[in-house]
């Protein structure tokens, strides 16, 4: 019997689009816009939220890090997963302690990092046999309605005047919400589960899969300074939560209108969508560090926003078409190259704090590496 259809692919995208709105969009992104709020009611300084962001990214690494030489299931890795991230974000309302708030974003990150894995594996492979492989960019566009729905929820709560502590509690209820209404399709690992490789395959990667690793961890170094701390920014700039907090609902709605729009480009090749991609992501990082305007704050949350799950999404799709049955590993090996640039962004603005040009040289600094990236991406292979 076949069991490939006991779930259809539109429960497939639907359940992998709400699986990475809540991990993802969610869990690991609703510290951002959270971020200017704690500032205001808990002292929350600029040094400690870097700090606390590269906790959630440390966690990311080691839970990706996980999935390469774990070889979970994808299924039972996104559920596992997504449970971890509604009870890590749930606690991080019941604390005002910073050594708490540390150890629930890095957990927070290890659980995400299992959700992206998984989630990922299970829902291209099922859409690839149903012949709906198009409809990844509903998939993907998950990760960007989950930034937009955090950023508008959090600019309620500002502009009610009600408490972080509470903005977490809330986050956290719709998180455990998804996890259940996803836990059944999740829960059949035939529907999209990529042909395993042996437990014990250890097959080198090529030097194609080692470009794809190093480009795409640079990804993750360059679109996270301005991911971090773009509401931060335009906190200083106009005071009001009414005003600064668009700036992180108008990322996500980008974020998730692009995966759709790319998705729809069929024919084009995924390795020069992304490369396209991290090139327009350069100017939107380097933008708030030329010019500081509300204006341009939010231009720079459009481009970043229209590009990163692009990559994202490109990236997942180029591994699958280079690595086949292994794409699970070289997968997991690309998100661990991801959290390791995650990890150093926010790390490098903490120990440039005390310089008032702190972010401006961090973004300068990732706008270069990612057009050198974006060229070295489609450079001829000396071999293919």
């Known amino acids: 019997m076949d069991t490939t259809r ?8 639907a359940a992998g689009a709400l699986g990475l709105a809540a991990a993802v969009g969610i869990g690991r992104f609703a510290f951002t816009p959270l971020m200017p709020l704690m500032a205001a009611q808990s002292g929350l300084t600029l040094a400690q939220g870097g700090v606390l962001a590269a906790a ?12 390469l030489f774990a070889h979970p299931a994808p ?4 559920r596992i997963g997504l449970a971890g991230v509604a009870l890590f974000t749930l606690a991080m309302g019941m604390t005002s302690q910073f050594a708490s708030w540390f150890a629930l974003r890095a957990l927070a990150g290890f659980a995400s990092a299992l959700v992206l894995v998984g989630i ?33 929820a959090t600019l ?7 408490s972080a502590a509470a903005g977490w509690l809330v986050l956290g209820a719709v998180v455990a919400a998804v996890t259940a209404s996803t836990w059944r399709p999740l829960a059949t690992p035939e529907a999209g589960t ?7 395959d250890r097959t080198r990667f090529d030097a194609d899969a080692w470009r794809l690793v190093a480009c795409y961890g640079v990804a993750g170094f360059g679109y996270i300074i301005p991911a971090t701390f773009l509401p931060a920014l335009a906190r200083q700039l106009v005071a009001d939560p009414a005003v600064f907090g668009w700036t992180w609902p108008a990322f996500g709605a980008a974020a998730a209108a692009s995966t759709v729009a790319a998705a729809l480009l069929r024919h084009a090749a995924p390795r020069r969508v992304w490369a396209a991609s991290q090139a327009l992501m350069a100017a939107g990082v380097v933008a708030p560090a030329l010019a500081s305007s509300l204006g341009v704050l939010l231009a720079a949350a459009l481009g970043i926003g229209g590009t990163f799950m692009v990559v994202t999404m490109a990236g997942m799709q180029e591994a699958r078409r280079i690595a086949r049955n292994g794409a699970a590993r070289l997968i997991a090996a690309m998100t661990a190259a991801f959290a390791v640039g995650q990890l150093l962004g926010p790390l490098a603005v903490s120990l440039l704090a005390s310089d008032g040009n702190a972010l401006r040289a ?3 600094t990732a706008a270069a590496l990612l057009l050198a990236s974006a060229g070295f991406l489609v450079a001829p292979r000396r071999c293919n």
Do not use: E, K, M
């Open 6 to 13: 006991d779930v259809s692919p539109v429960t497939t995208a």
């Open 56 to 67: 959630n990214y440390a966690g990311y690494l080691a839970g990706a890090l996980w999935c």
């Open 75 to 78: 299924g039972r890795a996104a």
């Open 120 to 152: 990922s594996g299970w829902t291209l492979q099922g859409l690839a046999r149903a012949d709906r492989g198009h409809w990844s960019g509903w998939v993907f566009a998950g990760v960007g309605v989950g930034i937009a729905f955090a950023g508008i």
């Open 156 to 162: 309620v709560i500002g502009v009610l005047g009600v």
């Open 194 to 200: 990529l042909t395993p490789a042996p437990a014990n």
């Open 362 to 364: 961090s973004s300068i």
